[in-house]
């Protein structure tokens, strides 16, 4: 590209030249951003949905303008109409505020480029992902033959993980390879055992792998919302008698709702008895590995086949950040095609296309070695036993106040709770739901709280996801107190 070219100013350029208008328009948009958090007061503007909408879809794509005014555009459109992850009062998913090492991390990240797939495309950056999956291996104690790749996150991690272990399998069960010749004629006997309160990606993954969603049965929980081993037994036993083949079993190390982690020792032995692979959903509880005081309820993780580990979640990462680890690294050869022009079969250099699904992939792996260089997995690991301390007191505050009733205890950094059953009055359970269902969205809507919902046992629950470490219980009081303003207006009489 010639620096006087007409389109110069779109790029950035090299060798000594300007950069004045990268410098500009990253420093405008520094600027507003800085100033839109801190004149931020709401965790969503208010702005009815079908304004924003129609806002939005007045923008002229045909008419063209200087990057300075579209900046402004994007500033006042979608930056100040988005769902505002850093205020307190934004607590609805696993959806966490990013750390400053992260998103300055970004700005790399975007800047470079680099794309994972062949050394060709990020020489520096194909040996700081592998050093830094080399770091989770020894952290997650998963021994000398293990690897893994960066992800975009649990969903992708989890069907990694289930499509190598369907591949072993095939392979282990019959010397079938379905990677060349596709699913086996036994096929529609496999099987993927969870519990009812796995993630539904493993359902998801199973119909993308041609399993279909039947394939994935379901293993009931104690009342902690953990896998009932006893049941996860006697289950395989049926299977097994009924001339089905269960293939792989997925403990789940931190349900989404409850924060429940199965007993993974337990699991990892039955798996092994019955021949199974194991993989660990450690999209959510997996982070606890870096809290001394915690990370023993993750005993038995360093045994599972494979573990999905998600750091836009717990470790604070901007979205997209995940990874897949697995015990032994020649599974990856599933995932393993040459192409002439990309990975050769003798090349020397390391491409780490090899054991992804993706091809042109992003950099992701420089977030977490910057969080970790300039936060530390220690103080990360305090960040956590912060947090499911304040999660605790803000469910006993829920217990104390007469406005609310608790679910459950919590487990990890998720209370659910629901409004007493005062406001229920002459409702039937299903019209409470209801109640509480628009509760939410009011709540959501008219911008004062951004929180979650979810059902148990046909009970619709409100549900905080805690991951802000800085959050105090003063933050929750000014929160209940918003939703019982507006519980009150739905409800006049109580
Ligand atoms: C969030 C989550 C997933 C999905 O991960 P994404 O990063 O959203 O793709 C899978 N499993 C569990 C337990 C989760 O909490």
């Known amino acids: 590209m010639q620096p006087n070219s007409p389109w110069s100013k779109h790029f950035i350029q090299v060798a000594g030249a300007n950069n004045q208008a990268f410098t500009v328009a990253s420093q405008q948009a520094l600027d507003n951003i800085n100033s839109l958090f801190a004149q931020c007061t709401k965790p969503y503007s208010g702005l009815t949905p079908d304004l924003l909408k129609e806002a939005i879809y007045n923008s002229n794509l045909d008419k063209v303008e200087p990057l300075q005014q579209v900046i402004e555009q994007t500033n006042d459109l979608i930056a100040k109409n988005s769902i505002m992850v850093q205020h307190p009062h934004c607590i609805a998913h696993l959806h966490t505020p990013p750390l400053i090492s992260s998103v300055v991390a970004e700005f790399y990240i975007a800047a470079l480029n680099q794309s994972m797939d062949s050394w060709d495309q990020a020489s520096a950056a194909t040996y700081l992902e592998q050093f830094i999956i080399d770091w989770l291996l020894k952290t997650y104690a998963l021994g000398d033959s293990a690897d893994g790749v960066f992800t ?13 272990a369907r591949d072993w399998f095939a392979q282990h069960y019959s010397g079938h390879n379905i990677q060349q010749d596709g ?21 998801k993954s199973a119909s993308l792998m041609g399993l279909g969603e039947r394939s994935v049965v379901c293993i009931k929980t104690n009342i902690q919302g953990q896998m009932d081993t006893v049941h996860l037994q006697s289950t395989l036993d049926d299977l097994l008698a009924q001339g089905l083949l269960p293939m792989a079993v997925v403990a789940t190390a931190g349900t989404t709702d409850h924060g429940a982690i199965d007993d993974l020792q337990e699991i990892i032995k039955i798996s092994r008895h019955f021949g199974l692979w194991c993989h660990v959903d450690g999209a959510y509880g997996g982070a606890l590995m870096l809290s001394q005081k915690h990370k023993s309820r993750l005993l038995g993780m ?15 990462q901007t979205i997209s950040c995940g990874a897949l680890l697995i015990k032994n690294k020649t599974h990856f050869k ?31 792996a420089l977030k977490m070695f910057m969080t970790l260089k300039g936060v530390g997995a220690n103080t990360l690991g305090e960040m956590y036993d912060k947090l499911i301390e304040l999660t605790q007191a803000v469910a006993k505050s829920v217990q104390q106040n007469s406005h609310f009733e608790l679910c459950c205890e919590p487990l990890l950094s998720t209370v659910l709770f629901r409004l007493s059953t005062k406001y229920q009055g002459l409702l039937t359970l299903n019209e ?13 809507t008219c911008g004062d709280a951004v929180i979650g919902e979810t059902k148990v046992d046909g009970k619709l629950y409100l549900k905080f996801t805690l991951l802000n470490p800085c959050l105090t219980l003063n933050n929750f009081d000014n929160l209940f107190k918003k939703i019982e303003r507006h519980a009150q207006q739905l409800i006049p009489n109580t």
């Open 432 to 444: 409470f739901n209801q109640l509480q269902q628009k509760l939410r969205l009011q709540l959501l």
């Open 152 to 164: 975009s996150g649990g969903t992708q991690s989890n069907l990694m993980g289930l499509l190598l």
């Open 334 to 364: 599933s995932l393993l095609h040459h192409a002439d022009y990309l990975n050769r079969e003798g090349d020397d250099l390391p491409n780490l296309v090899d054991k992804s699904i993706a091809t042109t992939k992003r950099f992701d």
């Open 183 to 203: 699913l086996p004629d036994y096929g529609n006997k496999l099987r993927i055992i969870c519990s009812d309160k796995s993630h539904f990606t493993i359902q």
């Open 302 to 316: 360093e045994s599972a086949d494979s573990v999905s580990v998600d750091f836009h979640k717990l470790f604070y």
